[in-house]
């Protein structure tokens, strides 16, 4: 099993990452004009609170000091209060993970349904009108912004055809897949655009390789040749693809959650901006940046799982 | 990077354009753009802040033919002056990320060792970062508006360019012209700027066009979220977050600003495309 050595050694060779994603969550909040305990705490702030802030992240020492503060506090599980909501950061995101996870499942779900089938119509009919009009539709779909595509969604799945809620999350597993619906499909939609261009390519490439040539001198169809060896063989650089395209992913869900009044991780960090709950902002985008190392590590796992032949 | 695939001789419009479509048509796409953004004040039937209490929320007609907004502002004339903002937006946050991320590229790639590594390392912690969250943090300190955007921009765009650049220099700088340019004693500056960068640019010059589109679909979207581009000032993004109160009576108010923002990334994606096939890089 030493293929999948990479598990105890590739963390080790996250940790710079970490350490840099760290530093640069730290410098953000230390960047801001005034008052740090004050930036901390906000403006209403009583004398003792500022006090007990100053000696627990020792904002009189040394700005290198003061990293260490911020390790010691991150390791011990704070990372600060929320002056909006006044609870601790951590907690507030735990809170918050579940509405943003579901969307971007479902997301991923979605979109590798729709660019898998348009990729393959295209890949298989490479030059004609097919793969043309692919094409054009996946170069216009990444021109579209997402937090007006989830609007005319709205206008037309929700306002004309009572298909979907407007808004919210909901309760219910059932109620929630519901309201998650339309959000999901308007990630979907873009996130396809990006997916179906290099799915295409690599089906393409994958439609000349070594490997479909000997099917088809076993005289096997061209459609099982596809279906059988192409189209398995193209789904490894699709996972990679979307471990690249996470970021984007993550976007489009802090937008969309705006647009739909999720209340995720996204939401939150759009919040928290407008009332200046720095700690909070601090603390949403360490997590992301976390999930995506973590993403990108499932990445790889899946990727030596799925061909034997990688070694990382 | 192949260029045999170029017609040796093909005259005045198609030899700008051969049987390029794509480049054509993003060609076109982009000049339209442009136009509008020149002659807005030309161009646009009303101020497009100028309020009228008597048509508020007016749907299209030969007098509004986009309908207008619910302070009874022409849409036609706001998505015209929008095109400004919007095309600037994309302008300025594409050219700064490129020259920086140019520079440090060629530098990191020339020298490598200690300097290319340290700068390897800074964009791994930068990729990391959602691009939009890392913005919007940015924008958080640095308080809403569009030189926040700008500036946010330049610190988190640059990382792109820098990989491209730096790829390209390293197989460039052991090629024999390199060589030669070292041998005859020019300076480093010269190799890296007048010999290496010439030839690494093309990549880069490529994905200025896909880049543009995410500059123009992230602006958009920060202003949207009421980060970016301030009211009254007509651009696309906040265009649509006014229309959304009123999305399900008035549709009109949200849907030519978004209209618009993806017939300018679709002239992008085609200009890109084009460059691409022309300059032989495949993306």
Redesign the interface.
């Given at each position: 099993m030493h293929r999948y050595r990479f598990v105890l050694t590739r963390p080790l060779q996250f940790l710079?990452?970490l350490f840099?994603?760290s530093?640069?969550?730290f410098i953000?909040v230390r960047?801001?004009p005034g008052d740090p305990a004050r930036v901390i705490l906000g403006t209403r702030a009583t004398p003792t609170a500022i006090a007990n802030i100053r000696a627990q992240y020792g904002l009189d020492e040394p700005l290198i000091a003061q990293y260490f503060y911020f390790l010691r506090n991150l390791a011990q599980g704070q990372m600060g209060r929320s002056i909006l909501y006044k609870i601790d950061v951590l907690r507030l995101i735990g809170t918050r993970v579940e509405p943003t996870l579901v969307l971007v499942l479902a997301s991923v779900v979605l979109s590798v349904l729709i660019a898998v089938p348009m990729a393959a119509l295209a890949a298989r009919n490479q030059g004609k009108a097919a793969d043309q009009a692919v094409r054009i539709v996946s170069?216009?779909g990444?021109?579209?912004?997402?937090?007006?595509?989830g609007?005319?969604l709205?206008?037309v799945l929700s306002?004309q055809l009572s298909l979907f809620p407007v808004s919210g999350y909901g309760n219910t597993l059932a109620d929630k897949l519901a309201h998650i619906a339309l959000p999901s499909l308007t990630i979907a939609l873009s996130l396809s655009a990006v997916l179906t261009r290099s799915l295409r390519v690599s089906m393409i490439a994958m439609l000349s390789s070594d490997i479909a040539t000997a099917a088809r001198a076993r005289g096997m169809p061209e459609r099982i040749v596809f279906w059988r060896h192409v189209f398995p063989n193209s789904l490894v650089p699709t996972i990679n693809l979307l471990a690249v395209n996470?970021?984007?992913?993550?976007?489009g869900t802090?937008?969309v959650e705006?647009?739909f009044a999720i209340p995720g991780m996204g939401q939150l960090?759009?919040r928290?901006?407008?009332s200046?709950d720095?700690m909070v902002?601090?603390g949403?985008?360490m997590a992301?940046?976390c999930a995506?190392?973590l993403v990108n590590f499932l990445a790889d796992l899946a990727t030596v799982a799925a061909d034997p032949r990688i070694k990382l | 990077m192949s260029v045999l695939a170029r017609p040796a001789f093909t005259p005045g419009w198609s030899k700008a354009f051969g049987t390029n479509g794509a480049l054509a048509a993003g060609s076109a796409i982009l000049a339209l753009f442009v136009l509008a953004a020149l002659f807005a004040p030309l161009i646009a039937p009303y101020d497009p802040i100028a309020q009228d209490a008597a048509a508020r929320l007016a749907a299209p007609s030969l007098l509004h033919p986009f309908g207008t907004d619910n302070f009874g502002r022409d849409i036609l004339s706001r998505v015209i002056w929008g095109t400004r903002i919007d095309l600037q937006m994309a302008f300025f946050g594409v050219v700064f990320p490129f020259l920086i991320g140019t520079v440090v590229g060629t530098v990191a790639g020339f020298f490598g060792g200690v300097v290319d590594a340290l700068l390897m390392r800074l964009i791994d912690i930068i990729l990391a970062f959602p691009f939009l969250v890392l913005m919007l943090s940015i924008i958080a300190i640095l308080g809403p508006g569009l030189s926040s955007f700008y500036i946010a921009m330049a610190l988190v765009g640059w990382v792109s360019y820098a990989r491209l650049v730096r790829a390209q220099i390293l197989v460039l700088k052991t090629q024999d012209y390199a060589v030669a340019a070292t041998s005859l004693g020019f300076g480093r500056l010269r190799i890296m700027f007048r010999h290496l960068l010439p030839n690494a640019i093309a990549g880069s010059v490529v994905f200025v066009m896909s880049d543009a589109v995410l500059v123009l679909l992230n602006g958009a979207a920060i202003s949207y979220l009421g980060l970016g581009v301030q009211p009254p000032v007509a651009e696309w993004g906040v265009m649509v977050a006014e229309g959304q109160p009123f999305v399900t009576t008035a549709w009109w108010v949200t849907l030519f600003p978004g209209l618009s923002i993806v017939a300018l990334a679709f002239g992008f994606s085609l200009l890109g495309d084009g460059l691409g096939q022309r300059l032989g890089v495949a993306e």
């Open positions: 710079p990452v840099g994603i530093v640069i969550t953000l960047l801001i170069t216009l990444i021109g579209f912004p997402p937090f007006w595509l609007l005319m709205i206008i306002v996470i970021g984007w992913l993550i976007g802090v937008v705006s647009v960090l759009v928290a901006i407008f200046r720095y902002v601090q949403v985008a992301f940046a995506t190392v | -």
